[in-house]
Structures are given as C-alpha cells and as structure tokens.
C-alpha cells in the first residue's frame, strides 16, 4: 500500500504542527534503507556484469574461431577425398568431430553466461524501479511536511485574528479598493494620453491650414475693417 | 535556483501587468512573496527534491459557518478544475490555495505563476465569501 494512505491518517489524526512526523518515522527509514539497498545491490550487480559481460564476448570470439577451423577443415577434408587419400580425410573428419564437440561446449557455456547476463540486467531494472518508486513515496512525505511549513505560520496570524470577525471580507474589500484605484490611475492616464494627442492632432491640423481659422493679427482685422468701410 | 535567488530576483521585477513582488526569506526556509495585486493574501514558496511548491493560506476552518462547511467544501470540489494553473486543499485546519512547479522551472513562468496564483486567491474568495463568519 503506498504512502498516501498513512499521509490521510496522519493528517486527520491532526499531525499538522511543523515538527510533528507526517507519518511513522519507522516507515520513512524503511523507505530510505530499501533505497539504499537497491542502490548498494545495482552497485554490485554492475560490477558483477562487468566480469560476465567479458567472459561473454571471450567466449563468443573462441566459438567464431572454432567455427572458422571447422569451416577449413572441413574444405581440406575435401580435398583429401578428391585426391584419394581417405585416410587423411579421416584423420580431418576426427579432428573436425573434436573441435565441434569442443564448440558445442563452448555454446552451452556461452548460452548460460548470456542467461545469466540477461537475469542480472532484469535485476538492476527491477532494483531502479525500487528506487524510483521508493524515491516518489519519500517525495510525498517531503511535500506534506514543506506544505505544513508553509502554511503554519499563516495558520499562527490565522489564530491571532480570531478575534476579528469577517477577517477574509475585510482583507478582500482591502484588495478590491486597491484594485479600484488602480483602475481609476489607469484610466486617468489614458485621458492624459488621449488628451496629449488631441492637442498634438490640433497643432497638425493648423500647421496644415485645416480647421480652425488660419488668418490671425493686424492683417486679418485690416482686411474686415476694410470690408465693412466700403459697404 | 535557490530561494534566496529566486527572491533577490523577484525583488528586482516588474511584469507587464505591473506587478510587482516584495519577497522575504523567513529564518525557517519559507519564502514569503507578497504580490502588489494581492497584497492581503502572501504566497508562501517552498521546494522539496523535485518541485517548488506555491501556498496562500486562504482562511481557517473555523473562520467558515459552522453549518456551512460542507456546502464550502462541495463548491471548492467544484470549482478547482476551473481555477488556472492553482488548485485548492486543506493542510491541517487551513484551506490553501497552491501550485507546484518542477524546479527547473523557468523564473517567467514562476513569476506568471505566481501573478496567476494572486488573482486565483481574490476570485475564490469572493466565491466562497457568503459561507465565511
């Protein structure tokens, strides 16, 4: 059963104090001892492969090499046949049966290291299976007791506010005020923005004789008086 | 990136909501951020082996109407899977608000995170803020 189960004990059982063990201190060693031993068991287990792994591709060479000899023996012994000499034909086909037996043997041996290889290769994935496994079990127990820590010196001022009632409404209409001044200094620096670029749009405008009325000074009342005196 | 890194670099942000964080490593290891659009509801930030863990402690069990807790904890039930990037627990008799993140995560994303995480805070609040004393 994993870990989580004895976390939802300890928690209802109200160990929430930072300090207090999330969980049997026996069962948090355990997790830790298996980690190492699977740890201490890969170290061993590798070094042992080493060895094996060696062995293995020796022997595979010394088959390959037998193979070979069979192989030539085996074109002589035709030869020896072809050219009428059935007794040195013989002779090869004994030696030929004698490296094979020793091939053969060889084989059996290599299938066996190759076997073995192949258990001990298993062995250290199921060991890192362990570790992981164990080592996500242990990362729960550590997040509850960082969670604890975390929120036990929040639950403290918590306690120190009882006293106040609506705690929570009053922080939140704190924030909401904030939130609203924010806004309104938001907004206000738009109507600055908009208004900076209206007059900027106005100066453009006239620059370009368009809208307002250009014609301005002396000259302009000149020219109106002018008007008027010759109607 | 330690937590003492991670403050010295939120200390020196600004995002582009114009948050700003004001963060304190306590002596017991928590680091307390206070982000300015939620100045009310701190964030407390832990790390474990594999993950750094963002807290508001929300309110108390004791602070909810006592007829009211069970219809409190149905409504959170309900409307967890709705919050961003937060989820909502209870850790002892607290009612927290939180997120984890894997610890190589990069400090943009704990800053929006964190910035999410403030805003979450004020929406489930006012939630839920009916059922509190």
């Known amino acids: 059963m994993g870990i989580l189960k004895n976390i939802l004990t300890a928690v209802r059982g109200g160990a929430s104090e930072v300090g207090e063990s999330i969980v049997d201190a026996n069962a948090v060693r355990i997790l830790g001892q298996e980690i190492r031993d699977a740890e201490d068991a890969i170290g061993k287990a590798k070094q042992s492969l080493t060895g094996l792994k060696a062995s293995e591709i020796k022997l595979k060479r010394e088959i390959n090499s037998l193979e070979s000899d069979i192989g030539s023996y085996e074109s002589k012994a035709v030869q020896a046949l072809e050219a009428g000499n059935e007794a040195l034909a013989v002779e090869v086909a004994e030696r030929i049966a004698e490296i094979e037996s020793e091939a053969a043997e060889k084989g059996a041996e290599h299938s066996a290291l190759s076997a073995q290889v192949n258990k001990i290769n298993s062995m250290i994935r199921q060991r890192e299976k362990t570790i992981q496994k164990n080592g996500r079990e242990l990362e729960k127990i550590k997040t509850v007791e960082q969670l604890q820590k975390a929120t036990s010196s929040m639950s403290t001022n918590f306690a120190a506010t009882n006293a106040s009632e609506h705690r929570v409404s009053k922080a939140l209409e704190r924030v909401k005020k904030k939130q609203a001044n924010w806004e309104d200094r938001m907004e206000a620096g738009e109507w600055m923005e908009g208004e900076a670029s209206g007059d900027d749009l106005e100066r453009k405008l006239k620059d370009a004789g368009i809208g307002a009325n250009t014609s301005s000074g002396a000259s302009s009342v000149l020219e109106r008086l002018k008007k008027k005196s010759g109607q | ?133």
């Open chain 2, 1 to 133: 990136m330690s937590l003492n890194e991670l403050a010295f670099k939120l200390n020196a942000h600004l995002t582009a909501e114009d948050t700003r964080f004001d963060a304190v490593l306590a002596e017991s290891g928590v680091l307390e951020v206070i982000c300015s659009n939620n100045e009310e509801f701190p964030i407390n930030i832990v790390k474990t082996d594999t993950q750094l863990l963002a807290i508001t402690p929300l309110f108390n069990v004791n602070e909810v109407k006592p007829d009211k807790v069970n219809e409190l904890n149905e409504e959170l039930l309900l409307i967890s899977p709705a919050i961003p990037l937060s989820s909502i627990g209870r850790q002892g008799d607290s009612y927290i608000l939180f997120g984890a993140m894997a610890l190589d995560t990069l400090f943009e994303n704990i800053v929006h995170e964190l910035e999410v995480q403030a805003e979450n805070t004020v929406d489930v609040l006012q939630v839920i803020e009916p059922l509190l004393l």
